[in-house]
């Protein structure tokens, strides 16, 4: 039974069945507060939703919103919902405008029409583009490459101006590569149709998807594969829960942004050899060409706010590789997993350092 949070705190967690904000459902609840699950459950899952109510709505319908707000009258917001494919924001921009701004800011109206005065968004290192140099520190041009990261940008922009007009407070979360599962298996990832490296190549390395697409092997690093910033999802969740708390104790209107990764960056080829070495299978590939606008390094700085981001430099490539492989397997009765060290042999770690050309 709930105790409704310290001091009696409800959040309301839009997109709340999905990967990540489950995740976040179960910090929330494992802390102390009560999560209000706010999702139209378009690609999230039901059963994801164990901690608090679920209320099955569309950022859309402005009423439905209110509803939400009257009834539990929650005393923040953490706002996952959104259409989040890069390659499909470049096909259908328009469904990605009206989901992930439209909607956004018909959620910010009721906030503000009810008084609710908090809200800790999901932004995406999308908002930097093609970055100048690694690591990626917050006051980055943001200069974004596809609709995707054009709607989550104007968010960031609309929550400064909230909070400088409203006194709105808001914490805009930049994530990098978010990976593995929940550390006591009761959550995983589970997209359809699946896009993520990690859950791919596991599925290619078990045989119960087809071979893997390596997407460009000629970029210029030291094995030609794009390098990305794995952050596990359990430590985005707890990050969550930090911000929601720095927000709290807050003065009214404040509003910044933080970058949410490990601080480290590994190849694709590097992960495919830490999924190798958990299954004891080699992930089949077949190479195919980039993705338009890919950048060839994306790590992100984030040492400049332990207090939020501590818990984003705990677990490592290989802890969040076990746990996706032990999610998949135990959700496909698939036999083979082979558990081991907490460190990936072979590792290409991308000094914080790098820069580009």
Known sequence: MYTNGPSNRRVLVTGGAGYIGSQTCKA???????????????????????????????????????????????????????????????????????????????????????????????????????????????THPQRPVNPYGESKLFIERALDWYGKAYDLRSIALRYFNAAGADPDGELGEDHNPESHLIPLAIGAALGTRPPLKLLGTDYPTPDGTCIRDYIHVADLAEAHVAALRKLLSSDPGYATALNLGSGHGHSVLEVLRCIRNVLDKEVPYDIAPRRPGDPEVLIAQTSAHDAITCASRRRTLREAVESACRWYLSQRNVSGFRDSSSTCPNEILVPPSCTLD
């Open 28 to 138: 929330l609840a494992v802390t102390g507060y009560e999560p209000i699950t706010f999702d139209n459950l378009s690609t999230g899952h039901r059963w994801a939703v164990k901690w608090g109510p679920l209320i099955v709505g569309d950022l859309a319908n402005s009423s439905a919103i209110d509803d939400a707000l009257a009834k539990y009258c929650p005393d923040a917001v953490i706002h996952f919902a959104a259409s989040a494919s890069v390659g499909e924001s470049m096909s259908a921009p328009r469904e990605y405008f009206q989901n992930n701004v439209r909607g956004s800011l018909n959620l910010l109206d009721a906030m503000l029409d009810v008084g609710v005065d908090t809200i800790v968004f999901s932004s995406t290192c999308a908002t930097y583009g093609i970055p100048d140099q690694v690591p990626i520190i917050e």
